[in-house]
């Protein structure tokens, strides 16, 4: 069994993964926890061509499929809308993952160190004082644009 790209669609307690072959039929359709999928089925296959879902938890996860020896692909989840066939589920989600991981043209999102996490979590937390000032500031002239009174800025 040829695979040539594997699709991971993460939902916050388990794994729906879709392996497909070179002509792009489905090969594997698997059902993981968390824990098993790093502890057993990075270990124990070839190394693959796997892509993700790119969001805020997956880096540590790519880490660990790389280190294991795979090529970790992280896709913006607007460019994998595209491929869903029909109707929404997790598993045409990651055969959708899969179909557009293997694309020559797609844009991947780099994956991130834990340094570059921190330093990317230390600017939010010193860009939130200044949206709340702003936020403040706004919020009388929009409860007086509610009662239709508008102010020239």
Same mark, same amino acid.
């Given at each position: ?32 926890? $968390? ?19 790119? #969001? ?88 007086? $644009?509610?009662?239709?009174?508008? #102010?020239?800025?």
């Amino acid at each position: 069994m040829q695979i040539a790209s594997i699709g991971i669609d993460l939902g916050k307690t388990t794994f729906q993964l879709v392996a497909l072959g070179p002509t792009g039929q489905v090969l594997v359709r698997r059902k993981f926890s $968390q824990k098993q999928f790093v502890d057993s089925y990075g270990q124990h296959n070839q190394p693959s061509l796997i892509g993700l879902e790119a #969001f805020s938890g997956v880096h540590f996860l790519c880490r660990a499929l790389r280190a294991q020896g795979h090529d970790v692909r992280l896709i913006p989840a607007q460019f994998v809308k595209p491929f869903v066939k029909s109707n929404k589920n997790d598993f045409l989600d990651a055969e959708a993952i899969a179909e557009a991981v293997a694309r020559q043209n797609m844009r991947f999102v780099p994956i991130k160190t834990d340094d570059q996490l921190d330093l990317q979590a230390i600017h939010r937390v010193r860009y939130r004082p200044r949206l709340r000032r702003s936020r403040l500031h706004q919020s009388p002239r929009r409860r007086l $644009q509610e009662m239709s009174l508008r #102010f020239r800025t």
